[in-house]
């Protein structure tokens, strides 16, 4: 194995990122529009900004300790959380905007945009150890829609290379085909596809990615294992086996060549659990876990004092279970990208490296 | 107490720097001149950039997991150590060429030079929580001089603050009077006023600095109760008692405002930690560690094995007791210039602070 060569800013903000093992037990808390509804249901009334801002802040005081990183988005969340995230916990904040913008034909495709009046300067200026960007992606999307989506996915790729920042490219699929529906046969069975396209696509150097935050490529209420109804108490015609599923991970894990972690997705957390648990054994090197681990604390808001001890203890018990469930995950230098710590080292290590290595563009 | 606003990647570094109760517990393993001639004594040869690399490495793998922060110098330290340092560790690099150019009246005075092909903005990019620049200084010395320290004082300060990143401006004043020998009752008399002096000009806010990394001001040998040879065995004629010491930190401590941590300067560890001692009930917020801590190590090179064992033993038993030792320290946000963590807030805090917030000057 050759010695793989790294930049100083990636390889610090990578271990950052990670935990002592190498593995990704990441949070998520940048959600915000999924927030906000879900906030409106537990209140009835609109979610104001001091609402999410209360919430956010708390899931950061409570549960990212657990992590080794915490996603947050810098409109709602990281003003007011900042300085309760542990300096040990590494942090990712967020550069899209929330939602999409509907597109395409019938308006069923999604465009991201960034968002406005941020930039990956900003987030490496404010002392952030990775960039996230949010992409919705259908490879069989329409040709304007695809090339959009991919625009943007290599824009902030230069800008973290520019920044010298880890960049956690998030990708998500969506039925948009009339005879899709996120729940059904037809969208389960092509999901692994699906997800198989993104990540042959993204994984592509050109888009400069460092880690991949996708999808768990099947839908396990269609796996035959748990098709009876094992996490909603809803029978469904199973469309694949546990095995197939392992080949379908084994698959994701050969695509991408960096290393990759999933996502939740707003599915409960015993159904994360499971799949964090195959993602792991089947090379994924670890979860960045939002709504999962926490949702449930929004049903107490607004009593805070509730909110606070649901997370202490059901949402610090769900973590427990999340580190139990990825303990078999690849650490990300032991990934075909890296090959082994001892083959890991600083670009152009050595008396001149500091002589070498590139400022930020514009200084001198 | 009013409010204190603090820029995000200001926060964000000096929580890292820190260890979790707001503490600096740092080493320091920047030397590079010192560390030479101490290799050139224990093996009577002129040291190479791999003797220095060799012993650099081991100290970080070995001992930086104890400290809160770890100072490296980027030419030979950082571009071997990157990876051992653990990603919890906060992370400080030095812009300052090693030694000094020798100025003024009979050569006897102190400029310092800026590492060429070296900046604030290439510790930033390359991942780094905060900046260190050695300042040699004499209130007291010819115009000419002190005016080229305070400049290059004042351009660090600004290349920090353009780039979000906490400054730690490291002071240590020298002997350069006809009359002044470092180990005499005329120099140890004169230290408090030498330490006083720097900090009032260092603290100015037109220097931007974060952290003051100062000597301890005074000299523990000539102070009345360690006069006796406490150290060194050699009796000396007292010049002042502790309680007047103490008095001196705490106007160290009055006149810094912002959080200041005592250097080791080469003495050995148990008259630092004396100094630790009396600084953190004086007011110190801790302190940055060189060669107290591990500069017995080097006895043993070049068998690496013994140096890595005395690292483990006597290296890690010597952390030990600088914890100890600095238990009494206070908190970086219990300075004056923070006034509590209920106080401590992202500057413009609030939905627009994303906007509002400063991207790389040159960057939209």
């Known amino acids: 194995m050759n010695r793989v060569e790294i930049s100083a800013g990636k390889l610090r903000g990578l271990l950052r990122l990670a935990d002592d093992e190498g593995r990704f037990r990441m949070m998520a808390i940048d959600q915000r529009g999924s927030l906000k509804r879900m906030i409106k249901k537990a209140t009835g009334k609109e979610a104001t900004y001091e609402d999410l801002a209360q919430i956010k802040k708390l899931i950061v005081k409570v549960l990212s300790p657990y992590s080794s990183a915490t996603l947050i988005d810098p409109g709602y969340g990281y003003p007011i959380a900042a300085k309760y995230l542990p300096p040990e916990v590494g942090l990712l904040l967020a550069v899209e905007e929330t939602g999409y913008l509907a597109s395409g034909a019938g308006e069923r495709e999604r465009k991201t945009r960034l968002l406005e009046g941020w930039s990956v300067g900003k987030v490496k200026r404010a002392g952030a150890d990775g960039v996230k960007l949010l992409l919705y992606y259908r490879h069989d999307g329409s040709p304007e829609v695809v090339e959009h989506q991919q625009g943007i996915a290599r824009k902030v790729g230069e800008e973290c290379a520019r920044h010298d920042i880890p960049y956690v490219l998030e990708i998500v699929a969506y039925p948009f085909r009339e005879d899709e529906d996120k729940d059904s046969p037809v969208y389960a069975e092509r999901k692994p596809k699906l997800v198989f396209d993104y990540v042959a696509e993204f994984a592509k150097p050109e888009y400069k990615v460092d880690i991949l935050k996708v999808e768990f490529p099947a839908d396990l209420k269609y796996c035959r ?12 015609e199973p469309v694949y086996n546990l095995s197939e599923v392992e080949d379908f991970c084994r698959e994701v894990t050969r695509l991408a060549r960096v290393p990759w972690v999933i996502l939740s997705a707003g599915v409960g957390i015993e159904e994360f659990l499971e799949e ?7 090379g994924a090197s670890g979860f960045l876990c939002g709504r999962a681990l926490w949702k449930y604390c929004v049903d107490y808001y607004p009593d805070l004092d509730a909110v606070e001890e649901w997370l202490s203890t059901g949402g610090a018990e769900n973590f427990r279970k999340l580190y139990a469930a990825s303990e078999a995950a690849t650490p990300f230098w032991d990934t075909e990208a890296f090959g082994g710590f001892p083959n890991l080292a600083l670009e152009k290590a050595g008396p001149e490296w500091y002589r070498n290595y590139p400022d930020f563009a514009g200084d001198e």
Chains 1, 2 share one sequence.
């Open 276 to 282: 964090v648990e195959i993602a792991s054994r089947c």
């Open 225 to 236: 294992e748990y098709a009876d109804g094992a996490f909603d108490g809803v029978k469904r």
